[in-house]
């Protein structure tokens, strides 16, 4: 696949076939990702597989301090809601994805079926848990640089078939994650990517999300035309 149509053809995949993922695929798709550029070059991500019976607890863990009404426990900084343009996109691929999904504005049930759905990450076969460095929780480069690990990692996989979706959704109780996972307190959880091989039969993973033209999002100076 060439580098545009990888681009332009990956989606967020939200329905997954529960055929496990070879470990050795994984490690090759880690591979790829950690070639991501960083700040000097420090390198500040992690990145921790969970699968089977852990990656289940985690999931039940989650859901049920999420259904039990906690707060949010996110490691980084986070904003409660978006606003304006934010929002509006948000709402967007929200309405999107309930149209195919066929879930009414009003049928509190099956909104709720779906928010369940992501704190259990989608119920993929694998979870990767991207953590970095704590002592640079406060240099936000190192979450650019993480994410920019995170974005290969997503292509890597979609190149071999693999359909992934990074949510934080699944991380909303950090803790839970922490301690099912092992994951040591020097290390910041930032987000999660859901894995796996994508449920053709499952229509969220058909929606195509909407992006802006280019002219809205550049300004071009010192050009000659
Ligand atoms: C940092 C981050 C967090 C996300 N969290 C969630 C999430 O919790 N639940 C979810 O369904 N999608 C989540 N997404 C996926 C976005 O909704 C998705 O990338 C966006 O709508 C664009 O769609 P696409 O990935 O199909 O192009 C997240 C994406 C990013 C980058």
């Known amino acids: 696949m060439d580098f545009q149509t990888l681009v332009k053809s990956r989606r967020s995949i939200r329905g997954y076939k529960i055929d496990p993922v070879p470990k050795a695929l994984i490690d090759e798709v880690i591979?790829?990702?950690?070639?991501?550029?960083?700040?000097?070059?420090?390198?500040?991500?992690?990145?921790?597989?969970?699968?089977?019976?852990?990656?289940?607890?985690?999931?039940?863990?989650?859901?049920?301090?999420?259904?039990?009404?906690?707060?949010?426990?996110?490691?980084?900084?986070?904003?409660?809601?978006?606003?304006?343009?934010?929002?509006?996109?948000?709402?967007?691929?929200?309405?999107?994805?309930?149209?195919?999904?066929?879930?009414?504005?009003?049928?509190?049930?099956?909104?709720?079926?779906?928010?369940?759905?992501?704190?259990?990450?989608?119920?993929?076969?694998?979870?990767?848990?991207?953590c970095f460095d704590r002592n640079l929780l406060n240099n936000t480069i190192a979450h650019f640089d993480t994410g920019a690990m995170t974005y290969g990692l997503v292509l890597a996989a979609w190149s071999r078939g693999l359909g992934a979706v990074i949510n934080g959704q699944g991380i909303m109780q950090s803790p839970v994650v922490r301690e099912v996972a092992g994951i040591p307190d020097d290390q910041v959880i930032l987000t999660c990517v859901a894995l796996g091989w994508p449920d053709e039969t499952f229509v969220a993973n058909s929606v195509v999300s909407r992006r802006r033209p280019v002219e809205n999002v550049t300004r071009f100076l010192g050009f000659d035309d």
């Open 31 to 130: 591979e790829v990702a950690k070639g991501a550029p960083s700040s000097m070059n420090t390198q500040p991500w992690y990145v921790h597989v969970v699968t089977g019976e852990p990656l289940d607890r985690i999931r039940a863990g989650n859901t049920e301090k999420m259904m039990g009404g906690a707060k949010p426990q996110r490691d980084i900084p986070t904003r409660e809601a978006y606003e304006g343009i934010h929002r509006q996109r948000q709402v967007d691929i929200a309405k999107q994805l309930f149209a195919v999904m066929g879930i009414e504005r009003h049928n509190k049930e099956k909104r709720m079926d779906w928010v369940m759905r992501g704190f259990r990450q989608f119920d993929a076969p694998v979870s990767v848990v991207v």
